[in-house]
T-cell receptor, first 113, second 108 residues
Framework: KAGVTQTPRYLIKTRGQQVTLSCSPI?????VSWYQQTPGQGLQFLFE???????NKGNFPGRFSGRQFSNSRSEMNVSTLELGDSALYLC????????????FGPGTRLTVL | GIQVEQSPPDLILQEGANSTLRCNFS?????LQWFHQNPWGQLINLFY???GTKQNGRLSATTVATERYSLLYISSSQTTDSGVYFC??????????FGAGTRLTVKP
């Protein structure tokens, strides 16, 4: 069974631009969650999607948004990038929700210059 | 929100030694997982253990939910065990909260 995949793996953007990251969950998993990891703040929850609906949201500004498609693939968008958005963005999939065992993808490393 | 504390923050071992990593959490939880983050950043599942004890090779974990802590045991450590170990908890089906991690270095 294929694992969670994320694209792209690395990304360099400049301040003010926007970026879209993609996550494909494990087949059969309907829940996709997104996390941001930085040296200063550690791992923080962004949001969770289940059946194309955002079910949970962490404490991040509205510049961070996401969506989920009918095949459970999810995208995360960050608009008006700031230097502080430089981070490793991880997505995780689980069968029915964050309370189930979660499986993480390899991450997308975003650098904002 | 729920607080998650891991100890020790850093641990240096000689190859072959045993170690215990601890995760304390401030409230009851529905889910607890242990992960190993590899040098490339990927979180590798170690255990899904909201309560009880599990073993997988040289690794084992115990969660005492009533006392709000979990322990990860690594026996006969190898250099490949180096990396950062995270515990993460969920309460009431909300977001997953991570501890700050324990950075383990195993020297040959």
């Amino acid at each position: 069974k294929a694992g969670v995949t994320q694209t792209p793996r690395y990304l360099i953007k400049t301040r003010g631009q926007q970026v879209t990251l993609s996550c494909s969950p494990i087949s059969g998993h309907r829940s996709v969650s997104w996390y941001q990891q930085t040296p200063g703040q550690g791992l923080q929850f962004l949001f969770e999607y289940f059946s194309e609906t955002q079910r949970n949201k962490g404490n991040f500004p509205g510049r961070f948004s996401g969506r989920q498609f009918s095949n459970s693939r999810s995208e995360m968008n960050v608009s008006t990038l700031e230097l502080g958005d430089s981070a490793l963005y991880l997505c995780a999939s689980s069968f029915s929700g964050v309370w189930n065992e979660q499986f993480f993808g390899p991450g997308t490393r975003l650098t904002v210059l | 929100g729920i607080q998650v504390e891991q100890s020790p923050p850093d641990l240096i071992l000689q190859e072959g030694a045993n170690s215990t990593l601890r995760c304390n959490f401030s409230d009851s939880v529905n889910n607890l997982q242990w992960f190993h983050q590899n040098p490339w950043g990927q979180l590798i599942n170690l255990f899904y253990i909201p309560s009880g004890t599990k073993q997988n090779g040289r690794l084992s974990a115990t969660t005492v939910a009533t006392e709000r802590y979990s322990l990860l045991y690594i026996s006969s450590s190898q250099t490949t065990d180096s990396g950062v170990y995270f515990c993460a908890v969920i309460r009431n089906n909300n977001d997953m909260r991570f501890g700050a991690g324990t950075r383990l270095t195993v020297k040959p």
